[in-house]
C-alpha cells in the first residue's frame, strides 16, 4: 500500500459506523489492458464516466473479533462478491491492521438491470471503497476534501483498475503520460485541458447483445498479456492513441476521435484472439451491429461510432447533437437484435447518499 494510505492506519474500530454511496460505470475510449506490477496499468487509458449506470453501497462495519464479510446484492446473500471483497480487505490489513476485527456487512444494488451484462466491477467497487474510506474518515475525523477522492480513486484501483475512473465525472484519465505530469499510475485524475463543446456531454448506447458471464475474466485477461507475442506493439499503440485522441477532443473534431475509440476496442479484442491461450468474447450479433453502426455512420454522416469492453455488447458512442437521430435509428434497426439497449450519458461522478 503506498503511503498515501497508509497515514489513514488506526487502532481498532470502538462502535458501529455506517456509510453509503452511489458510484458510476464507466466505459474505456482508450483501454486500459495488460499490468506493470500490482494494478499499475501498462499504459494510461481514458474513460467517460456515465450517469444511469450506478452502483449503490451501504457498508456497516462493526467492532468484531476476526474479519467478517457479509455481502447482500439486491436484496440476496452473494458468497461470491463477499469473498472478493475479504480477499481484497485482507490484502489491505497487512498496512490497516484495525480492518482485522470488523465486521463489514454490505449491502449493494445496481441502477442497470442486474441481467443486464454490462460491467458492475467498476461501479461495485468505487462504490464498496468510497463507504470504507468514508468510515476510515470518520474514524480519524477528517474531512472530505479533495484528497479523500484522489485516496477514494488509489483504494479503488487496487481493489479493481478501472474503478479507480469511476471517481469523477466526465472525460478520466489514468496513468502516466508525457503529455501531463500530473497524471498518475496510482489514480485517476478528470481530464485537465478544455475539451471541445462538441464532446461535452458524449451519449452512449450500450446495446445488450449478451447478459451470459465471460468465460474469460479482465483480471485473468490482463494476466495472459504478460507473455503475450504484440503486447509491447500493443502498449505503444495505446500511448498514441492516448495523445492524439486529447488533439481530437481539444478541436472537436470526431474524424479524429470516431476511428481511435473503434480502433481501441479491436486491438482489444485482437489482443485476447492473439494471446498464448486465444479466446474470443464477441459474438456474432457483436459484429453484426458493428456492420450496422457503419453503414449508418456512412449513409447518414452523422459522427456515430462504437467501442467494446473486455464482452460481446457495443456501446454506441455520439454527441448530444444527434441523440434523438441516434436513438431513433437504435430502437428501430439495432433493437431487435439485441437483449436491452441502456440509453446512458456523460455523468458527475459518485455522491454520498
Ligand atoms: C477492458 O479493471 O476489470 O474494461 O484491474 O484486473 O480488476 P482489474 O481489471 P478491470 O479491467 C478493465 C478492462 C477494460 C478496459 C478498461 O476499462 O480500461
Known amino acids: 500500500m503506498n503511503s498515501i494510505l497508509s497515514q489513514l492506519a488506526h487502532s481498532a474500530l470502538q462502535d458501529e459506523k455506517k456509510a453509503k454511496w452511489q458510484a458510476p460505470s464507466n466505459i474505456a475510449l482508450i483501454k486500459y489492458w495488460g499490468k506493470l506490477g500490482p494494478q499499475i496499468p501498462a499504459n494510461p487509458s481514458l474513460s467517460l464516466t456515465l450517469s444511469?449506470?450506478?452502483?449503490?453501497?451501504?457498508?456497516?462495519c462493526s467492532p468484531s473479533e476476526r474479519m467478517e464479510v457479509s455481502f447482500e446484492f439486491e436484496g440476496e446473500n452473494h458468497p461470491k462478491f463477499a469473498q472478493k471483497i475479504e480477499s481484497f480487505l485482507v490484502s489491505l490489513s497487512t498496512e490497516w491492521a484495525f480492518l482485522k476485527k470488523i465486521k463489514f456487512s454490505i449491502f449493494s444494488?445496481?441502477?442497470?438491470?442486474?441481467?443486464?451484462?454490462?460491467?458492475?466491477?467498476?461501479?461495485?467497487?468505487?462504490?464498496?471503497?468510497?463507504c470504507?474510506?468514508?468510515?476510515?474518515?470518520q474514524m480519524n475525523n477528517l474531512p472530505k476534501d479533495e484528497l479523500f477522492y484522489i485516496r477514494a480513486s488509489h483504494l479503488s484501483r487496487l481493489g479493481s483498475g478501472s474503478a479507480c475512473r469511476s471517481l469523477y465525472?466526465?472525460?478520466?484519465?489514468?496513468g502516466?503520460?508525457?503529455?501531463?505530469?500530473?497524471?498518475?499510475?496510482?489514480h485517476a485524475t478528470p481530464i485537465k485541458m478544455s475539451i471541445h463543446p462538441e464532446f461535452s456531454q458524449l451519449q452512449d448506447a450500450i446495446l445488450i447483445v449478451s447478459s451470459e458471464e465471460k468465460p474469460v475474466s479482465s483480471r485473468e485477461g490482463h494476466g495472459r498479456m504478460g507473455e503475450h507475442l504484440f503486447s509491447s506493439i500493443r502498449?505503444?499503440?495505446?500511448?498514441?492513441?492516448?495523445?492524439?485522441?486529447l488533439k481530437?477532443?481539444?478541436?472537436?473534431?470526431?474524424?479524429?476521435?470516431g476511428p481511435i475509440i473503434e480502433s481501441e476496442a479491436l486491438s482489444l479484442h485482437a489482443m485476447m484472439m492473439t494471446s498464448p491461450e486465444p479466446y474470443i468474447l464477441l459474438k456474432p450479433k457483436t459484429l453484426e451491429l458493428i456492420q450496422l453502426i457503419k453503414h449508418f455512420r456512412e449513409e447518414s454522416r452523422l459522427p456515430v461510432y462504437f467501442t467494446i469492453d473486455a464482452g460481446p455488447n457495443l456501446h454506441v458512442i455520439y454527441p448530444e447533437s444527434v441523440k434523438a437521430k441516434v436513438q431513433t435509428f437504435l430502437e428501430n434497426e439495432a433493437r431487435p437484435l439485441v437483449e436491452a439497449i441502456i440509453f446512458d450519458e456523460e455523468g458527475h461522478g459518485p455522491q454520498v447518499c
Open 248 to 257: 481530437g477532443l481539444k478541436t472537436g473534431d470526431w474524424t479524429i476521435v
Open 235 to 245: 502498449f505503444s499503440q495505446a500511448k498514441s492513441h492516448f495523445e492524439q485522441i
Open 52 to 60: 444511469r449506470s450506478l452502483s449503490e453501497t451501504t457498508l456497516i
Open 109 to 130: 444494488k445496481n441502477t442497470f438491470p442486474h441481467s443486464a451484462g454490462i460491467a458492475s466491477s467498476a461501479s461495485g467497487m468505487a462504490a464498496f471503497c468510497l
Open 169 to 174: 465525472g466526465g472525460l478520466v484519465e489514468w
Open 176 to 186: 502516466q503520460s508525457p503529455v501531463d505530469q500530473s497524471y498518475s499510475d496510482t
Open 132 to 137: 470504507l474510506l468514508d468510515i476510515i474518515y
